[in-house]
């Protein structure tokens, strides 16, 4: 990659690289921590269908917000240490970190986590509150929260703020990124569901896929840990 530009097809196959040489201990994280979320979410399906079955798209959207909710919080220690040991392979390729020492390290790290993730989730909402693009706008100056609390000892408040200051000149490129990657990972969904849902009748075949779509989406995880190594490159560099 040059000194001031970053390639996010550059990004991309490092980060497919680093995926590789490590995808025994990313899937491992990923079936440890996923696993019992979708057999959560199969749960609260079911129980909602029995005691509160969807009646309108209302009903519909709030069931769904329910499962987002359980992905985001029990997603968020598989995300932790996915991104910490991409951060610490790109950092120092010889370094071995294990898969119940990265489980541990997102655990202790889950509460900050989250404390970090709603002071962004309330700043980027007074934004929209005002008009839809300042929202977005603020939404992906603070993108990059999750990386900084996974690899960084900072506050809350801290995080976000350093969040911004990566992103200063880089705007638009994290921008595209998050829109390819959210564009990849939908057209994934699709193809998984048109393939496997429309003839799923099981709970078990439904918990299965819905692992295997989180498990693809853990290269993600990674790709996102090695633009956030450039973006700190760049600032340390004076680029940014």
């Given at each position: 990659?040059?000194?001031?530009?970053?390639?996010?097809?550059?990004?991309?196959?490092?980060?497919?690289?680093?995926?590789?040489?490590?995808?025994?201990?990313?899937?491992?994280?990923?079936?440890?921590?996923?696993?019992?979320a979708?057999?959560?979410?199969?749960?609260?399906?079911?129980?909602?269908?029995?005691?509160?079955p969807?009646?309108?798209l209302?009903?519909?959207?709030?069931?769904?917000?329910?499962?987002?909710?359980?992905?985001?919080?029990?997603?968020?220690?598989?995300?932790?240490?996915?991104?910490?040991?991409?951060?610490?392979?790109?950092?120092?390729p010889?370094?071995?970190?294990?898969?119940?020492?990265?489980?541990?390290?997102g655990?202790?790290?889950?509460?900050?986590?989250?404390?970090?993730?709603?002071?962004?989730?309330?700043?980027?909402?007074?934004?929209?509150?005002?008009?839809?693009?300042?929202?977005?706008?603020?939404?992906?100056?603070?993108?990059?929260?999750?990386?900084?609390?996974?690899?960084?000892?900072?506050?809350?408040?801290?995080?976000?703020?350093?969040?911004?200051q990566?992103?200063?000149?880089?705007?638009?490129?994290?921008?595209?990124?998050?829109?390819?990657?959210?564009?990849?990972?939908?057209?994934f969904?699709?193809?998984v569901?048109?393939?496997?849902?429309?003839?799923?009748?099981?709970?078990?075949?439904?918990?299965?896929?819905?692992?295997?779509?989180?498990?693809?989406?853990?290269?993600f995880?990674?790709s996102?840990?090695?633009?956030?190594?450039?973006l700190?490159?760049?600032?340390a560099l004076?680029?940014v």
């Open positions: 990659m040059t000194d001031d530009r970053i390639s996010i097809s550059d990004v991309f196959s490092q980060s497919f690289t680093i995926w590789k040489q490590n995808a025994v201990t990313i899937l491992s994280i990923g079936l440890i921590v996923y696993l019992p979708q057999i959560l979410i199969e749960i609260v399906s079911i129980l909602s269908d029995r005691f509160f969807v009646t309108d209302n009903s519909l959207k709030i069931i769904n917000q329910v499962y987002d909710l359980i992905r985001y919080l029990v997603g968020a220690i598989a995300l932790i240490g996915i991104v910490f040991l991409s951060y610490s392979r790109v950092k120092d010889a370094r071995q970190l294990g898969v119940v020492e990265l489980i541990r390290y655990l202790l790290h889950w509460g900050k986590y989250m404390l970090t993730g709603l002071l962004a989730g309330l700043k980027t909402i007074l934004y929209l509150l005002l008009l839809i693009v300042p929202g977005i706008i603020k939404g992906v100056k603070l993108s990059m929260f999750d990386c900084i609390v996974a690899t960084q000892e900072t506050t809350p408040e801290g995080a976000c703020e350093r969040s911004e990566l992103l200063k000149g880089k705007w638009w490129l994290v921008f595209g990124f998050t829109i390819l990657v959210l564009v990849i990972e939908f057209v969904e699709i193809i569901a048109f393939l496997f849902f429309s003839s799923v009748e099981s709970n078990i075949p439904s918990i299965l896929i819905g692992v295997a779509i989180k498990l693809f989406e853990t290269y995880i990674v996102k840990a090695v633009l956030f190594v450039e700190e490159n760049r600032a004076g680029a």
